[in-house]
């Protein structure tokens, strides 16, 4: 089967870029051909390992196609980014002649069997209307969703050809009712698939406790995470015998605002920067907690990794949380009840302090079963994390796609 891969933005250091690299590699190791295109900065390019390079196709947003950074499915990306909500008219339309192109381009010479898309956004309204014949997939990772809020005229306008992609993966059954709604197409057609993690990087070894609790939050580092919460949370029990360690990079304003948080910690604070999945599995290794005070989450499939390293888990109570964790706490997990906020992924500010507290309050807790020396529980960890490797998750997706070619 020749499989088309598409994604308007860099396929790396997100969710949805480390999703298309699995699915293009594992869909590799299982006899398929693969063809990417991808919207990415200066001169970055898939490892040959993965795509032989004539195998790519990409959209360079560094003055050869289009002028500005590429534009994010989140407003923070981890590399310089431009915001979709900032695009003017004569820039989306620069956008989406530059995509159009690429898509023709990579049609006609790879001739696919069936198109895999990632965003329920332009890239994947473009391939459609371009390739109307082709069966096509689209995997939602949720941000893209946030778009269709945030600029409500490109989504209505794109919303009638979304609307004809043959099959959606969701990541969740939250998420799969959001996307019904969004683009009202019928939720027989949305699959509830999910993400994976990669057990060559992230498996369980024995933890050490040598009087410090070592703490990790990994991902980017912006309000919309909460890592500004986590840290001023923090300074509240700076008694309490803890180190965190912030893996993970984002830029301008957000970056300098989190790491001038971090400083107040002082030594009990560690900035890592990006690091690859190789290097955070090690790191998860050697720490006790893993905290996530997301406000905004498709599938925080950076719990799995954590959990299936051994640390215990502190977050926030989202859907897409609930789902892969459940509902009730064990001392493996603690969710943190968020208030209603004040947009998609901002709280109000008065109920800031009170989220600060809730979350200091619950960290201490933590602490101090690390320090007692519980160990972890083995088989939640075993339980929780079974469904979300990454060669189960591919074999659903090489269903669907079997099942839209055989149909065809």
Not at 120 to 130: K, M
Not at 198 to 213: L, Q, R, S, T
Request: proline content about 6%; overall charge negative.
């Amino acid at each position: 089967m020749r499989i088309l891969h598409l994604i308007s933005q860099t396929p790396d250091f997100t969710g949805s870029g480390k999703y298309i690299r699995e699915i293009i590699g594992r869909s590799g190791q299982n006899g398929h051909e693969n063809f990417l295109v991808a919207g990415v900065q200066e001169e970055y390019k898939v490892p040959e390992s993965l795509l032989p390079e004539d195998l790519c196709c990409y959209v360079r947003f560094d003055g050869k196609d289009l002028a500005w950074p590429v534009p994010g499915m989140s407003d923070v990306m981890p590399y310089p980014s431009t915001v979709f909500s900032s695009l003017c008219r004569a820039d989306m339309k620069m956008y989406r002649q530059a995509f159009t192109g690429k898509i023709r381009e990579a049609l006609e010479i790879f001739r696919p069997h069936i198109l895999h898309t990632h965003h329920l956004w332009v890239v994947s309204a473009l391939a459609r209307s371009l390739a109307p014949h082709i069966p096509m997939v689209a995997t939602c990772h949720g941000t893209c969703l946030r778009q269709h809020y945030l600029c409500p005229a490109v989504g209505r306008a794109i919303t009638p050809d979304l609307g004809k992609i043959d099959r959606i993966i969701a990541l969740s059954l939250d998420q799969k009712e959001k996307i019904a709604a969004a683009i009202r197409v019928d939720p027989s057609r949305i699959d509830v698939i999910g993400g994976g993690y990669n057990e060559a990087c992230f498996f369980y070894a024995p933890k050490v406790f040598e009087g410090i609790v070592e703490i990790l939050y990994a991902g980017k580092l912006s309000t919309a995470k909460g890592v500004p919460w986590l840290l001023k949370s923090l300074e509240r029990i700076m008694d309490r015998p803890f180190r965190l360690h912030l893996a993970g990079s984002s830029t301008g304003r957000e970056l300098e605002t989190c790491l001038t948080l971090a400083r107040n910690l002082g030594e009990k604070a560690v900035y890592h920067g990006p690091l690859s999945h190789e290097a955070l599995g090690e790191l998860m290794r050697c720490c006790h907690v893993f905290v996530l005070p997301s406000f905004f989450e498709g599938l925080p499939l950076v719990l799995m990794e954590a959990l299936a390293s051994g640390c215990r888990v502190v977050t926030t109570d989202l859907p897409g949380v609930r789902e892969i964790l459940g509902t009730g706490e064990n001392h493996m997990v603690r969710l943190i009840p968020l208030p209603h906020l004040k947009t998609i992924d901002t709280p109000h500010p008065k109920d800031e302090e009170s989220l600060e507290i809730r979350l200091a309050e619950t960290l201490s807790r933590v602490m101090e079963e690390v320090m007692h020396k519980v160990e972890p529980d083995l088989d939640y960890i075993r339980s929780a994390t079974a469904p979300y490797t990454w060669e189960k998750i591919y074999k659903k997706v090489e269903a669907v796609y079997i099942e839209l070619v055989s149909a065809d």
